[in-house]
């Protein structure tokens, strides 16, 4: 055996092994299994319309554990915020993470987001849905922003999960493109 042909194969049954083994990655094990509502994760259009409703109402708290229900236990939650280049940085949460840092807010604050413009996008059992969503803090309330929440979801052949949500609020340097918004806005 060639002192190449040795490497290689050290590599490729211990070493490769070892480091993979060693990736910290979240153990979705760790995150609680909530049965969801099958109401909620019937269809693409339940399951976005369910997760806008657990983050909307009056200051208190909300009902995380419909929240834990509508995510896969290995998603994400990404918000994103301007960076000084001139693009955005985005926030990579699991869901647990995005319960703690918004509950506080939550508790004190009345906040209401609501879906104003779809567009969805299926194939099989995937979907990806860019959501254009208003908020305000007051139900009815004047729009206090909007954005769009890009969601990702998948089929398990039981129900939809959501895989990710990664959003970006709109701002006078990132203006929301007409294809994304109601007709006549």
Not at 3 to 24: E, G
Not at 152 to 163: A, K, P, S
């Amino acid at each position: 055996m060639t002192s190449l042909v040795r490497v290689v194969a050290l590599f490729a049954f211990i070493i490769w092994p070892i480091a993979v083994s060693a990736q910290v990655v979240p153990d979705a094990a760790e995150t609680e299994m909530i049965p969801a509502d099958p109401a909620d994760v019937s269809s693409i259009d339940a399951i976005i319309t369910a997760s806008y409703d657990v983050i909307s109402g009056p200051a208190g708290p909300r009902d995380w554990d419909r929240e834990r229900s509508l995510f896969h236990p290995d998603s994400r939650h990404i918000p994103t915020s301007p960076n000084p280049s001139g693009g955005s940085t985005p926030h990579v949460q699991h869901v647990e993470d995005f319960i703690e840092r918004s509950s506080q807010f939550f508790d004190s604050n009345g906040f209401y987001e609501y879906e104003i413009a779809r567009e969805t996008q299926r194939f099989g059992d995937i979907a990806h849905v860019f959501s254009t969503y208003a908020w305000s803090r007051e139900k009815d309330g004047p729009v206090g922003g909007r954005g769009i929440n890009s969601f990702q979801l998948v089929y398990d052949g039981t129900r939809w999960w959501i895989l990710s949500v990664f959003w970006s609020q709109e701002s006078e340097t990132n203006p929301i493109p007409a294809e994304f918004l109601p007709s006549g806005n």
